[in-house]
């Protein structure tokens, strides 16, 4: 998949944990203090180990848990996140 651009990540403040999993991300010139990252469940999880791991993964980077939630019935998932 092509890379998250700056300007679509800025715009939609959402990341999918995958594109960060991937690496598709550069968060380094994300220019807003909140983040929602974004986890689809997969065939053989409900996708809250993929998105605690992203969690886990940008708290090296200065980010913290806010909240987590599911959103309406699509059975996404959403951790919110602040940059400290």
Known sequence: M???????LA????LDVD???R???DL??????HLALLARPGLTS?????????????SQFG????????IS???FLYAFLRRR
């Open 28 to 33: 380094r010139a994300y220019p807003h203090r």
């Open 11 to 14: 715009q939609t403040r959402i």
């Open 19 to 21: 594109a960060l999993a």
């Open 63 to 70: 980010w913290e848990l806010v909240n987590v939630t599911d």
């Open 73 to 75: 019935r699509n059975q």
């Open 46 to 58: 409900s996708g809250v180990t993929r998105l605690m791991e992203g969690v886990e993964y940008l």
């Open 23 to 25: 690496n598709e991300v």
């Open 2 to 8: 092509a890379p998250v651009t700056p300007q679509k």
